[in-house]
Each structure stands twice: as C-alpha cells, then as structure tokens.
C-alpha cells in the first residue's frame, strides 16, 4: 500500500541512492526516463536556456546513480575544458595556442590516466624494477572514456578552426553531459550535437518515430538477445578447461555475437533516446559482421570510435602522407592505441595488435594482388570468412581475463572438437541456440536493403501497432531475463 511516508521516502532514495545497475535496460531507468519525458515535452519549446538545464541536471541525476560522488569529475572536466579552450583561442594562435592546447589534452587525460590505468602502470613498473607494490582499488567511473574523447575532440577542433563559432559554457555542459551518451557513445562530435541546440525547428515526427524503432530494436539486441546468451559464455571463458572443445567452441561464437547485440544494441537505445529529444546522432554500427576485410571491418564497427582514432591518432602521426612503411607503422600503432583504450591489460594490447596487423596486411595485399583478384562470389565469401575468423579469433583475447585462459579456449577447441556434442547441447541449451540463430540470421541472413524497409514500415507505422510492438518486446525481455540486469559490456571501457 503506497503512503505519503513510502513515496517521500522513495524519492529520497532516487535522488541520494546510488545503483550501479541504472543503465537503460532497466525498468528503474525507464520509469524515471518517463516522468523525465513528460516534463521535457512541456518545456522543449520554451526558453532554451531551460531546456538545456533540465536535461543537462538529469544528466548529471543519471551519472550520480551508477558512479555516485564520481559524477563531479564529468562537470569538472566540462568546466576546465572549456575554460582553457577559451583561454586558447584568445592566444593568439601559434606557440602559446599549441601550449594551451597542450595543457587542455593532459586535463582532459589525467582522471582517465588515473583511474583506468594506474595498476596497469603500477604492475609495469613492478616487474622490470622487481617491486612488491600491491594494485590499488580503484573505481571507473561509467562514460569516463567516452566524454573525455568528446571533450578532446573538442579542443583540437577548435584549434584547427574547424568549429569556427562561439559555444556558450552551458552549451557545452549539455555536450559533455548529455545523458544518452554517457554509458557507451556514440562519441559524438560539437558540429553533431552544437547546432541543433541552436535551431527553433519543430520536432521533426519522422526523427522520434525513428528514435522509438531503435528503442525496440535496441532492447532485443541487448535486453534479450545479449543478455540471455552472456551467462553460458561466462561460464566458457571462466573455466574453459571445464567443458568439451564443442561447448567452447559455442563459447566464443557466442560472445562474438553478445558483444555485437550488447554494444549495437546500447548504441540504438543512445541514437534513439535523443531521437526522442530531437536530437539526431550519427550511426554507430553498420552491419559490421558482413565486412570482407580489416579496413571495411572498422568502417562498420564502433564507427564514431574508429573515426575519432583516425582522426586524432592516425592523421597526427602522419597518415598515409610518409609513405608506405609509415602508414603501415602507422596503422598498427592507431590499432595498438585503441586496443590500450579499452582497457590497462596486455590482453587488449594483444587485441589492438591482432587488428593492426590485420589492416596492414589487408593494405599490403591489395595493393600487391588482391587488387587483381576478380571478385567473384567465391572470393568473397573467402574474404568474409578469413575477415569473420580473425576477429572472432581477436575476441578471444578481448574476453579472456589472461594468457593462461586464451591458450586453454584455444586448446580446448583445437584438440577436443567432436560433432558428437551438438545433439545433447541442442537439447540442453535450446533456447541459447535460437536466440544465437537470431543473431546470425539477423545480421547475416538479412540484405541492408530489408533492413531499410523493415524500419521504414515501423517507422510509418500507427501508433497503436508499435505500442503492440513495444509491449511484446518488454514482455520477451521480462520472460527471457536472467537473474538480472547484465551490466553493459563496453561501460567498462
């Protein structure tokens, strides 16, 4: 029974409790995102200045609940970032613009330095000088990477002149802030986001139909496919000595396929949540499993992340303006770099080198045969497939917690594979096996033309059929939730 005492007390709790597990497929999320909602229709189209304070505060609302007090590091970081950005572009360009720039990358780097890679430091300096220093608890603070890349961007931008216009000190807040962002991107760029703040358009309806197909898309990838499929890889890549080279084997094709539902997933929900506020982000993943080859592999995966390495990684370091050995040394550090960014552990940097040396050999080949090569359906499907088992290899290394593990996924599966497996695993693990059929045939089996169609048609829909859509989707991912939540894969990135 609901009193006057549990409701006070309940608001007390939602604005000074904090959870860890408040991310958006949570119903906890969604209740307070709809009563946010309904606030933000009413105010929208007032003073700007309101608006953009609102959601700025439900921002930081969201940040408080899964990192607690370490939410004022993301305001701080917006505050001293933009200050000195300012102070840069009253330098008067030259040396002292370079400094400031300088100055206002190592601010924006210092809290990522220290919270995601003191121990892996720390562990480096114990073996080469022998050292007994213990790893430090130390907290990651949710989004930490992903506005720190925004909040760089934005200074080098302004730097080379490319945003070439003034933006207020709240304008940027709501940047740095903006609450579908902050879990797992997209990393989105100021001429993204910046000038549609600044634009008095009514809300465009084909934008938020847009936006509540990807909130439905997004909650199947995520909230039922990933997350159903995740305990039994858990279980794999915890103990892989434990299991048949068979089970393994499904281990690792289904955590290729969980990572790509969990982060395209996530990603649909951020596009579509600020589709809803009228805000329109650039497309995250574009079918990234169909790719033939390295190079295209990457412009389909992560695409703001890949596009922001090349563009403040990979053109810095020269590009492929050096020559060829260059580019390729190029190539593989950009690659080397990435991998470190998703994590302090040799495993990622083995991850990143497994990419990097894939790109340089995709870019010495073409240019050396592959060029020449007809491209027949044979041949694709030989790219597609050698591309497929590069990266599902690469993955292995991006899960495994260390060496040891890797080595036995890859010894299990390479010494004790038997066919004879399936039949039992089909029975035991039925409905691991649709939902991973799903996921293949979903990506695979579907041309990018349907997809098209499919979101176009949900898109034109009647209300009432996508609140249908809507209802049965929240009731699979109720009927088909585990235990819990599974926290977000790429939130501790």
């Known amino acids: 029974m609901f009193t006057f005492s549990s409701i006070t007390n309940g608001i007390w709790e939602l604005f000074t409790k904090t959870d860890n597990t408040f991310l958006f497929c949570s119903v906890k999320f969604w209740t307070l995102f709809v009563v946010f909602f ?7 189209n007032r003073r700007k200045t309101m608006m953009l304070t609102y959601v700025l505060c439900f921002g930081l609302l969201i940040s408080y609940k899964v990192n607690g007090w370490y939410m004022l590091l993301m305001p701080a970081t917006a505050l001293l970032s933009w200050y000195m950005t300012e102070m840069m572009k009253t330098a008067g360009g030259g040396k002292h613009a370079k400094r400031w720039l300088a100055a206002v990358i190592i601010v924006d780097l210092l809290p990522l330095i220290y919270f995601k890679y003191t121990n892996f430091l720390v562990g480096i300096f114990d073996n080469i000088f022998a050292t007994n220093f213990s790893p430090m608890a130390i907290f990651l603070p949710v989004g930490l990477s992903f506005y720190t890349f925004q909040a760089i961007s934005y200074s080098v931008d302004v730097y080379k002149q490319k945003v070439n216009y003034d933006v207020s000190l709240l304008e940027y807040c709501f940047y740095i802030t903006f609450f579908p962002l902050l879990f797992a991107g997209p990393i989105t760029r100021t001429d993204t986001l910046i000038p549609q703040l600044r634009t008095n358009k009514p809300v465009d309806e084909k934008l938020v139909n847009l936006g509540f197909w990807l909130i439905i898309l997004g909650l199947l990838k995520k909230g039922l ?3 159903y499929i995740a305990d039994y890889n858990n279980w794999i890549f915890d103990d892989p000595n434990s299991y048949s080279g068979f089970e393994v084997t499904m281990g690792v094709i289904g955590y ?25 982000l650039l497309q995250n993943f574009n079918f990234p499993y169909k790719a033939k080859n390295a190079s295209e592999f990457w412009h389909r995966w992560h695409i703001s992340l890949s596009t922001w390495f090349r563009d403040y990684v990979y053109i810095p370091l020269g590009g492929n303006r050096k020559g060829k050995v260059r580019t390729y040394v190029n190539n593989f550090i950009t690659m080397v770099v990435a991998g470190l960014w998703h994590g302090a552990s040799w495993m990622f940097v083995i991850w990143g080198a497994i990419h990097g040396g894939a790109l340089v050999i995709h870019k010495f080949c073409k240019k050396l045969f592959l060029d020449k090569i007809n491209d027949t359906p044979l041949v694709k499907f030989c790219s597609w497939l050698l591309t497929t088992l590069t990266v599902m290899a690469a993955w292995v290394f991006f899960r495994a917690k260390d060496m040891a593990t890797a080595g036995d996924v890859f010894n299990r599966m390479f010494t004790d594979f038997d066919w004879a497996y399936l039949p039992p695993f089909a029975t035991v693990r039925t409905m691991w096996l649709v939902f991973a059929v799903l996921a293949l045939t979903i990506h695979w089996g579907m041309k990018e033309s349907w997809n098209e169609r499919i979101k176009e048609k949900m898109t034109n829909a009647h209300w009432i059929v ?21 926290p977000l894969l790429y939130a501790q990135f």
């Open 38 to 44: 309904a606030i933000y229709l009413l105010i929208r």
């Open 225 to 227: 496919i990933a997350d």
């Open 256 to 280: 290729y396929l969980q990572l790509y539902c969990d982060f395209s997933g996530y990603s649909d929900l951020s596009i579509g949540l600020a589709a809803l506020l009228g805000i329109r």
């Open 466 to 486: 996508k609140l249908i859509v809507f209802a049965v989707t929240v009731q699979l991912v109720i009927n088909f939730s585990q235990d819990s939540v599974q």
